[in-house]
């Protein structure tokens, strides 16, 4: 009777072992596919080239503590479409992939109150048909774009002049 009882313990133990294990392992029609593809590799890339870092960086001395900056800002990610059906969808599908250069975050209200695009000396169509939409965009949501150069060189002052900024003395 022992013999049993063990043997019986045991063939259960394994059974309850062999069956989480088994759960545990994806089955070949219910897994995903893998997300890269043989053979793709993905690397870091800079984010910010040297300029703008080095405008990312004036701008936040001239606003330092006024707002908080922000660079490479998906403009879906600080406006909100209101909308129905297929009018939401077109706008959605032109606001896709775009993104603002900087943008000055109020820290109390979390709210978008300035965008500071650089503006490219000879602009390809493409691009400028990126900044018509993030303009209009901008606009309708009652957003400030401030403009800079790219090629110039800007003092903290001057940014924060060109910004409408108060300076405190």
Do not use: C
């Not at 045991?10 to 309850?16: D, K, N, Q, V």
Request: hydrophobic share 45%.
């Amino acid at each position: 009777m022992e013999i049993t009882l063990l043997v019986g313990g045991a063939a259960s133990l394994l059974a309850i072992v062999w069956l989480s294990l088994r759960g545990t392992r994806p089955s070949a029609e219910g897994a995903p596919p893998p997300v890269l593809s043989p053979g793709v590799q993905i690397s870091p890339t800079p984010l910010l080239t040297e300029s703008d870092l080095s405008l990312y960086n004036m701008i936040r001395l001239a606003v330092q503590d006024q707002f908080l900056v922000l660079a490479q800002v998906p403009l879906l990610a600080f406006v909100s479409v209101e909308a129905m059906g297929k009018a939401r969808a077109q706008v959605l599908n032109r606001m896709a992939l775009k993104r603002v250069d900087f943008v000055l975050l109020h820290p109390g209200s979390r709210q978008v109150e300035q965008v500071v695009q650089i503006e490219e000396p000879s602009p390809r169509p493409h691009q400028v048909e990126r900044q018509r939409v993030i303009e209009a965009v901008l606009d309708a949501a009652g957003i400030k774009v401030v403009k800079v150069r790219a090629q110039k060189a800007y003092s903290t002052p001057d940014l924060a002049t060109l910004l409408g900024l108060q300076s405190e003395e």
